[in-house]
């Protein structure tokens, strides 16, 4: 049996890693032309994603992961809020997606291939890419993320819907920031709340797996309208990007922006670690497909379902979604498997995305106060953001859902 996966990011990595264990014959087609490292920022993990990994003979040891013991909620001035005991590993996306491209076989891993379309019968799907060439499979695995060309093949009519808020985020190497500024970070998960927005940072391990260190991740969620998204991703040249923009393209005037604001609004040492990074933003999105197969097509990952990150599980939910996948395909025939898929996986995935628009929507509604919103969706609490974000998988009763 011979899978086709376009996209070769980690929701892709999964599924091709573990469709090779179940003995099938997999090529991964990616459109960006080389290494993908070089991207990404801090993830968080959770069980679920280590045994998976686990399962692929990778182990999330020091290189990999970084338990951070307490979150910690302070104010403008520093003065701590609310503390909670949190022991859980934050990682950062290219330290998961080293281990499972390596394990992959390099030749069937193919660099600067970008799917165009497909055409599929009963049995056998072909798809097309852009360098005029095209492959036949018993499968094609849609794992081509937020704006999917196979989901935009399949569903047209499913768009990704802005949020109403922006991530700014970066990664910056502890050895640059001052040594007061260390001090006073510790190993702490930091949490600022002004009102409308959440600023959170914490250690990743170092993005350079040859390198001795830890590195800080942040993120900074602030509501922006839709003209000042627009605004963020107009270049130097005047030209409007949609609603990315590659960071190198951020205009300095912007990243000057965001700077001034963390030194409104953050205590001096986050602030600092904002000063000393490359700050670059992503919009944040909702994506629900009505349904993740058809015929002999699966939709995986970001490409089914975008969850607003307060969840913390986009690499998590992509790795489950490879194994529900591989579960299913190890069960049963091909067309059977694919409906279990897409019963199991589309209800964990509706489930995860209301989940985080509860969590973000207290952002949203900042920037479309017009709404209407109930006092539980506004209500930003440390109490309640601390506890609630990123929370274990086994401690959210409505994703406990069969894999
Ligand atoms: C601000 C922010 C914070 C986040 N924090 C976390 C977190 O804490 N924990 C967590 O688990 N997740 C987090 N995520 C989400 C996580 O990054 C993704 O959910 C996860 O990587 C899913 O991966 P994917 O492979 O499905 O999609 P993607 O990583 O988007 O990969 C899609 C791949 O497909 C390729 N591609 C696209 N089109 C084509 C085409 N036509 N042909 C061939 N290839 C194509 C792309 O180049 C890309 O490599 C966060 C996201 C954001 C925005």
Same mark, same amino acid.
Request: proline residues 5%; neutral net charge; hydrophobic residues 40%.
């Given at each position: 049996?011979k899978?086709?996966?376009?996209?070769?990011?980690?929701?892709?990595?999964?599924?091709?890693?573990?469709?090779?264990e179940?003995?099938?014959?997999?090529?991964v087609?990616?459109?960006?032309?080389?290494?993908?490292?070089?991207?990404? /920022?801090?993830?968080?993990?959770?069980?679920e994603?280590v045994?998976?990994?686990?399962?692929l003979?990778?182990t %999330?040891d020091?290189?990999?992961?970084?338990?951070?013991?307490d979150?910690?909620?302070?104010?403008?001035?520093?003065?701590? #809020?609310y503390?909670?005991?949190?022991a859980?590993?934050m990682s /950062?996306?290219?330290?998961? =997606?080293?281990?499972?491209?390596d394990?992959?076989?390099?030749?069937?891993y193919?660099?600067?291939?970008?799917f165009?379309?497909?055409v599929?019968?009963a049995n056998r799907v072909?798809?097309?890419?852009?360098?005029?060439?095209?492959?036949?499979?018993d499968l094609?695995?849609?794992?081509?993320?937020?704006?999917?060309?196979?989901r935009?093949?399949? %569903?047209?009519? $499913? &768009?990704?819907?802005y949020?109403?808020?922006?991530?700014?985020?970066?990664?910056?190497?502890?050895r $640059?920031l001052?040594?007061a500024?260390?001090?006073w970070?510790?190993?702490?998960?930091w949490?600022?709340?002004?009102?409308?927005e959440?600023?959170l940072?914490?250690?990743?391990?170092?993005?350079?797996?040859s390198?001795?260190?830890?590195?800080?991740?942040?993120?900074?969620?602030?509501? /922006?309208?839709?003209a &000042?998204?627009?605004?963020?991703?107009?270049?130097?040249?005047?030209k409007?990007?949609?609603?990315?923009?590659?960071?190198p393209l951020?205009?300095p005037? $912007?990243?000057a =922006?965001?700077?001034?604001?963390?030194?409104e609004?953050?205590?001096?040492? #986050?602030?600092?670690l904002?000063?000393?990074?490359?700050?670059?933003? &992503?919009?944040?999105?909702?994506i629900?497909?009505?349904?993740?197969?058809?015929?002999? $097509?699966?939709?995986?990952g970001?490409? /089914?379902?975008?969850?607003?990150?307060h969840?913390?599980?986009?690499?998590t939910?992509?790795?489950?979604?490879?194994?529900?996948?591989?579960?299913? #395909?190890?069960?049963?025939?091909v067309?059977s498997?694919?409906?279990?898929?897409d019963?199991?996986?589309g209800?964990f995935g509706?489930?995860c995305v209301a989940?985080a628009r509860?969590?973000g929507? =207290?952002?949203?509604?900042?920037?479309?106060?017009?709404?209407?919103?109930?006092?539980?969706?506004?209500?930003?609490r440390?109490?309640?953001?601390l506890?609630?974000?990123? #929370?274990?998988?086994?401690?959210?009763?409505?994703?406990?859902?069969?894999?």
């Amino acid at each position: 049996m011979k899978a086709l996966v376009i996209g070769g990011s980690l929701g892709g990595l999964f599924a091709a890693n573990l469709l090779l264990e179940l003995g099938w014959d997999v090529e991964v087609y990616e459109k960006v032309g080389d290494d993908l490292a070089a991207r990404g /920022a801090g993830i968080g993990t959770h069980t679920e994603l280590v045994d998976v990994l686990a399962r692929l003979g990778i182990t %999330m040891d020091e290189r990999l992961g970084v338990v951070i013991p307490d979150r910690i909620c302070v104010d403008r001035a520093g003065r701590e #809020l609310y503390r909670c005991r949190w022991a859980h590993t934050m990682s /950062a996306w290219a330290n998961v =997606y080293r281990p499972l491209k390596d394990r992959f076989p390099a030749a069937r891993y193919h660099f600067g291939k970008g799917f165009t379309g497909l055409v599929q019968s009963a049995n056998r799907v072909t798809a097309f890419f852009d360098d005029g060439t095209s492959a036949e499979g018993d499968l094609l695995i849609g794992a081509d993320g937020l704006r999917s060309t196979v989901r935009a093949q399949l %569903m047209p009519g $499913v &768009q990704p819907r802005y949020a109403g808020y922006v991530a700014w985020r970066s990664i910056v190497e502890e050895r $640059v920031l001052p040594a007061a500024s260390r001090e006073w970070l510790g190993e702490g998960y930091w949490f600022v709340l002004p009102k409308g927005e959440m600023f959170l940072c914490y250690q990743v391990p170092a993005k350079d797996l040859s390198r001795v260190g830890r590195d800080w991740n942040y993120v900074w969620y602030r509501p /922006a309208t839709e003209a &000042q998204l627009a605004d963020f991703c107009t270049d130097a040249s005047g030209k409007c990007h949609g609603t990315g923009i590659a960071p190198p393209l951020i205009r300095p005037e $912007v990243t000057a =922006y965001i700077k001034r604001e963390g030194r409104e609004l953050l205590p001096p040492h #986050l602030a600092g670690l904002l000063d000393a990074s490359q700050p670059f933003f &992503q919009a944040i999105f909702d994506i629900e497909s009505p349904r993740l197969t058809v015929g002999r $097509v699966a939709l995986l990952g970001d490409a /089914a379902f975008v969850a607003r990150p307060h969840v913390g599980m986009g690499v998590t939910k992509g790795a489950l979604d490879a194994l529900c996948l591989y579960n299913s #395909l190890a069960k049963s025939d091909v067309p059977s498997a694919l409906q279990r898929y897409d019963r199991l996986r589309g209800e964990f995935g509706r489930r995860c995305v209301a989940r985080a628009r509860q969590l973000g929507s =207290y952002m949203e509604a900042r920037s479309r106060p017009e709404k209407g919103w109930t006092p539980e969706q506004l209500d930003q609490r440390p109490e309640r953001v601390l506890h609630e974000v990123a #929370l274990a998988l086994a401690d959210i009763p409505e994703l406990q859902i069969d894999i």
